[in-house]
């Protein structure tokens, strides 16, 4: 049976799980998902004040999505050959000049530039991010990457909160204040990275050229792999970017107390982003990304229709588990294709996900020429997608192609 070569690698690592720099870069993760994250949350405001269509805040959403996701497999491609890691703390800075942009924005093309510009660092950040998250790991490679990915969910639920703080009293000037974030992620971030090439200069380059077996039936793992995570961005994307207008205009919801809803689905996403790893560990992340799916249907299929008080723990639940396989999706595919960390990283947190903004753009569409609640009942049916998770290899399965390689 043939081998198939992987890029060069590193040796199994035998050093110590550093954990002030998997916190500190958990910490950068935070603040760059909250940039990312209020983009959405900005919506109704910028829908208001430059008069949008439903089609435009699609787009918007897609152009963050393709700037900040679909860029990233060609940084983690290009950084697998020749890391760059002074780059992350600068591209962060690109962020905070593309939230100054949207603060002053007074027209539509102006906030798809800004937007643009806030994407693009995040785009630079995650695949180098991945790297530092490796490196600091030690042979714990699967809590490095837990408490990596959770720092990212905290943040996208911490931008509904700072939105009500901020722009419910500001108004779209308001985005000025989030430079300060900026500035703070690229300040950590550079010491990050420093210690990053600290790391590099101290050991020499034994890298081993990791080889693996069964390379088709790995890529066709791979791409069902990618659909599954793409369609479970659509559905994500739509209940956050679109719930909330749903929620205000036919369930009577004001803006804060909608904005409280979202954010209670992103807090529970960001907590079923971190047990998810280790239910992963005792139950199978092949079987923990098929339940973040098809578990999630019978709470889902009821957001069209719930009022009230009751919206506030559905979505909450729905968020929790829908979102528990997240940071299990990037192991698996790490598993799947060996030794190929940033570009895994960029099509699995960027490709994939960047795929949710293409789902924006036609749910936004389909809310212009059909209705919001056709939007909002066409998500709650998307976890039925999870029945594909059953044509995957199982965990066991990929263990065994590892040992024949």
Not at 186 to 208: D, I, N, P
Request: hydrophobic share 50%.
């Amino acid at each position: 049976m043939s081998a198939t070569p992987a890029q060069a690698s590193p040796v199994p690592s035998t050093a110590p799980t550093v954990y002030r720099v998997l916190f500190a870069i958990s910490l950068v993760h935070l603040l760059n998902d909250a940039l990312q994250a209020v983009i959405p949350a900005m919506l109704p405001i910028l829908e208001k004040n430059l008069a949008l269509t439903y089609t435009q805040v699609g787009m918007i959403l897609l152009v963050m999505n393709l700037t900040a996701s679909v860029l990233q497999p060609a940084v983690g491609y290009f950084t697998d050959r020749k890391s760059h890691p002074l780059l992350a703390p600068i591209a962060l800075l690109v962020s905070g000049v593309g939230m100054l942009g949207l603060a002053l924005a007074g027209n539509y093309l102006f906030v798809l530039l800004a937007v643009a510009c806030v994407g693009f660092g995040s785009a630079v950040f995650h695949p180098e991010g991945s790297r530092f998250t490796h490196a600091a790991s030690g042979t714990r490679r699967g809590l490095g990457q837990s408490i990596f990915q959770v720092g990212g969910n905290a943040g996208q639920a911490l931008a509904p909160l700072m939105t009500i703080l901020i722009f419910a009293n500001l108004g779209q000037p308001g985005a000025t204040w989030f430079l300060l974030p900026a500035a703070a992620a690229s300040a950590v971030l550079f010491m990050v990275a420093r210690w990053y090439v600290g790391q590099e200069r101290k050991k020499k380059a034994t890298a081993a050229l990791v080889t693996y077996t069964h390379g088709q039936k790995r890529k066709i793992a791979l791409l069902l792999l990618i659909l599954l995570v793409s369609f479970r961005s659509w559905m994500h994307t739509g209940f956050q970017s679109y719930y909330q207008f749903y929620l205000m205009n036919f369930k009577h919801m004001g803006y804060a107390q909608a904005q409280i809803v979202i954010f209670g689905f992103l807090l529970a996403g960001a907590i079923g982003t971190f047990l998810g790893g280790p239910l992963s560990d005792r139950f199978g992340k092949r079987n923990v990304l098929i339940f973040s799916l098809i578990g999630s249907l019978p709470l889902t299929i009821f957001t069209p229709y719930v009022t009230g008080f009751w919206t506030y723990p559905l979505l909450f639940l729905s968020g929790l588990i829908m979102l528990s396989s997240f940071s299990v999706t990037v192991v698996y595919a790490q598993e799947l294709l060996p030794g190929r960390i940033g570009m895994v990283s960029g099509l699995i947190t960027g490709l994939a996900f960047g795929m949710g903004g293409m789902g924006a753009l036609i749910l936004g569409k389909l809310a212009d020429v059909y209705s919001l609640e056709t939007v909002i009942t066409l998500c709650s049916l998307l976890p039925l997608i999870g029945i594909i998770g059953f044509l995957l290899p199982k965990d066991q399965t990929i263990r065994q192609w590892v040992r024949t390689s």
